[in-house]
Structures are given as structure tokens and as C-alpha cells.
């Protein structure tokens, strides 16, 4: 029962971490403008995702326009973009392995070491899936990192950390603990019973008060 409570738990956390990633991922406040130097103007905002820029001003308007062309972008930012997809796509599949395994369903069989199996399974999907989606999210952060301090970048096009980013990675470990939690379901091997043999000699059939 504690197993299946375990597998349960696991399942959930993986399941947010999963919703973590797929809103990360669409939102554009992946990084933001920053307010640097003597020239600060906060009339408006700018932000950059992995699929579009907005503009948001004070007067609470909001413009987004999409990237024109994949192949304009930098290196970076397509390597992202393709880290965060493999890490959704690897984590839906892994939650699909994870969902046949558990104890509480009836898919994947009647055998518990079979199935336990699968859920284990499940498990180290969800942990390769996270670990891309963590890769993908440092390396966008170092390279805001590496161009904030950067003296040679304007100090008007210097942006840091928006909130997307955040939740990105708190999916991704969401992802690292319940997939954690399903791979330690792995099946144990019966212990044997390590009684004494005791040797008596044959009771007779009469019994005496």
C-alpha cells in the first residue's frame, strides 16, 4: 500500500511538473528587459520568449508578434526550443509508461513484478525528459547571464530572467522528484523465510493427561 501510495504521489507531481513545462514553454517572459543605467525607462516593458517578443506598455497594452522566420534566430534559442519540446514530448511518455505500472490501474496486466516494472520504467523516461528541460532552461539563463555582464552589449538591450523561465524549471524538477518516486517502485525479489528447521520426532497417537 505505501508503494502504491508512493506511485500515486509521484504520478501527481510528475503530472503538475508536466503543466509546468507546457506553460513555461508558451509563455514569452522568458527574459526581460532590464532597468540598468541612467537612462531607465519604465513606460514600457520588453519581453522575449521562446516563440514570440511582446511589448507591454503602461497603459496596459500588450503587442506580441510571432518570429517571422526560424532560420533568422540564433543557435541558442533554436537549441531551447528543441530541448523543451523533446522534454515535453519524453515526459508525456513517460507519464503513459507510469499510468500502465501503477498498482491502482488495471492496465499492463495482472503480474505486480510486470508492472512494477513498467512503472520503473515510466520513471527513467520522466528523468530523461526533466533532464532536457533542465538543460534547456540553464543554457537560456547562462546565455542571459553571459550577455547582461557582457560590457560590449547595450545597456538598452539587456534583459534578465522573466517569470516563464521560473516555471520551466520548477516543472522540470516537479518532473526530477515524481519520476524519482516512480523509478524507486522497482520490483523486489521475495524474501524467503530464514526459520530454523526443527527435526521432531513423530508424536504418537496417543495422548496422555
Known amino acids: ?10 504520478f501527481a507531481m510528475s503530472l503538475i511538473g508536466l503543466i509546468g513545462l507546457i506553460v513555461g514553454t508558451i509563455l514569452p517572459q522568458w527574459k526581460m528587459s ?30 506580441c508578434k510571432a518570429y517571422d522566420s526560424i532560420l533568422q534566430l540564433d543557435s541558442s ?13 519524453v515526459t508525456v511518455a513517460g507519464l503513459g509508461a507510469a499510468c500502465m505500472g501503477m498498482k ?14 513498467i512503472a520503473m520504467a515510466g520513471g527513467i ?19 542571459i547571464i553571459k550577455d547582461f555582464y557582457n560590457p560590449f552589449t547595450p545597456v538598452n538591450t539587456k534583459y534578465e530572467f522573466g517569470a516563464a523561465i521560473f516555471i ?12 524519482g518516486m516512480l523509478a524507486a517502485s522497482c520490483p523486489r525479489g521475495k524474501s524467503k523465510p530464514s526459520y530454523p528447521i526443527s527435526h521432531r520426532p513423530p508424536s504418537s497417537s496417543k495422548e496422555y493427561v
Do not use: E, P
Open 1 to 10: 500500500m505505501a508503494n502504491s501510495g508512493l506511485q500515486i504521489l509521484g
Open 34 to 63: 532590464a532597468y540598468v543605467g541612467d537612462n531607465i525607462i519604465t513606460a514600457v516593458s520588453m519581453y522575449q520568449g521562446l516563440w514570440m517578443s511582446c511589448v507591454f506598455q503602461s497603459t496596459g497594452q500588450i503587442q
Open 77 to 89: 534559442l533554436q537549441a531551447t526550443r528543441a530541448l523543451m519540446i523533446v522534454g515535453i514530448l
Open 104 to 117: 491502482c490501474t488495471n492496465c499492463g496486466g495482472d503480474d505486480k513484478t510486470k508492472k512494477s516494472r
Open 125 to 143: 523516461i520522466l528523468l530523461i525528459g526533466s533532464l532536457a528541460a533542465i538543460i534547456a532552461c540553464s543554457w537560456f539563463a547562462h546565455n
Open 168 to 179: 520551466a524549471w520548477a516543472g522540470a524538477f516537479l518532473d526530477v522528484i515524481g519520476g
